[in-house]
């Protein structure tokens, strides 16, 4: 699934290819995958690309917004007459021009143009939400600081780890806890800071969660750096693959940075990569 840095790259290429659309109408060929009234959107325009956590906003002028989660095999595609761009995940499945066998959703533009949403897992959703009603479904609430974020802060994190025995490595995932981190770079952050992935959240130190929150703003801003991760053949919305991949410290690595081999273990259902000698 998708992480904060490829959502991220995601959304500021879509913008610059769809935004002052005009959506003409929406095709939608499994109606699980889209949840609204699209007359409530026919003859709005899309006036900007917003993302909280790992799901995008398209705001539209007429006070609606389409909320859009990739989830694991997600993939967004726009599409004129001179050029095709594609964001999200890949598949041989996706190879056909779009629309395909996995093109779920067609929203149509009053140019011509062409936005797609294929999915074949079907895990992802499309969603109509009037613009007061967002806050409620992805606000402060929902989810909780991104790492970038001013709220994202010392006192915020002792608050989070005092109160929770868990694995610090699921409390970095829990996006209630904070926005946008997944798998991949919680591996990576808890090696920068030398925390082993299933020590208690409530025993780190002050100054332990003083480096865990360098190491999170770390690779979260070389994971958009670099494009993100292309893990699951994920890629940008110019169909270029991220690099964050290339430059992991310990995820899916045989050996750290120092040379010292990586352990593999499992926690909360998901690989967890750790140096024995660091962490």
């Known amino acids: 699934m998708p992480e904060l840095p490829e959502v991220e790259t995601i959304r500021q290429g879509l913008i610059q290819k769809v935004k002052g659309k005009v959506i003409k109408d929406i095709e939608i060929k499994v109606p699980k995958l889209f949840v609204g009234n699209i007359s409530d959107i026919c003859g709005a325009k899309i006036i900007d690309a917003k993302r909280v956590a790992k799901i995008l906003e398209i705001v539209l002028d007429n006070n609606y917004s389409i909320l859009i989660h990739?989830?694991?095999?997600?993939?967004?595609?726009?599409?004129?007459?001179?050029?095709?761009?594609?964001?999200?995940?890949?598949?041989?499945?996706?190879?056909?021009?779009?629309?395909?066998?996995?093109?779920?959703?067609?929203?149509t533009f009053s140019d011509g143009s062409h936005l797609y949403y294929n999915d074949f897992r079907k895990f992802g959703w499309n969603k109509i939400y009037k613009s007061d009603q967002i806050e409620k479904i992805i606000g402060p609430d929902k989810f909780g600081p991104e790492p970038l974020n001013p709220d994202f802060n010392i006192e915020y994190l002792k608050k989070i780890f005092s109160k929770s025995g868990k694995?610090?490595?699921?409390?970095?995932?829990?996006?209630?806890?904070?926005?946008?981190?997944?798998?991949?770079?919680?591996?990576?952050?808890?090696?920068?800071?030398?925390?082993?992935?299933?020590?208690?959240?409530?025993?780190?130190?002050?100054?332990?969660?003083?480096?865990?929150k360098s190491a999170i703003e770390k690779v979260i801003n070389l994971g958009l750096k670099y494009g993100g991760s292309s893990e699951n053949t994920y890629v940008n919305i110019e169909g270029q693959k991220g690099h964050?991949?290339?430059?992991?410290?310990?995820?899916?690595?045989?050996?750290?940075?120092?040379?010292?081999?990586?352990?593999?273990?499992?926690?909360?259902?998901?690989?967890?990569?750790?140096?024995?000698?660091?962490?």
């Open 70 to 107: 990739l989830k694991m095999t997600g993939q967004l595609i726009y599409k004129d007459e001179k050029s095709k761009a594609v964001g999200g995940h890949t598949q041989k499945l996706y190879d056909a021009e779009p629309p395909h066998a996995y093109t779920y959703i067609i929203y």
């Open 244 to 279: 964050y991949m290339e430059i992991t410290a310990v995820y899916q690595k045989k050996k750290d940075p120092k040379g010292h081999e990586i352990k593999k273990i499992k926690i909360g259902g998901r690989g967890s990569f750790y140096c024995p000698i660091c962490q």
């Open 167 to 212: 694995a610090v490595k699921l409390v970095l995932m829990d996006q209630q806890k904070i926005a946008g981190v997944g798998n991949i770079y919680a591996n990576d952050a808890l090696y920068w800071a030398g925390i082993f992935p299933t020590r208690s959240a409530k025993t780190l130190s002050d100054e332990e969660i003083s480096k865990l």
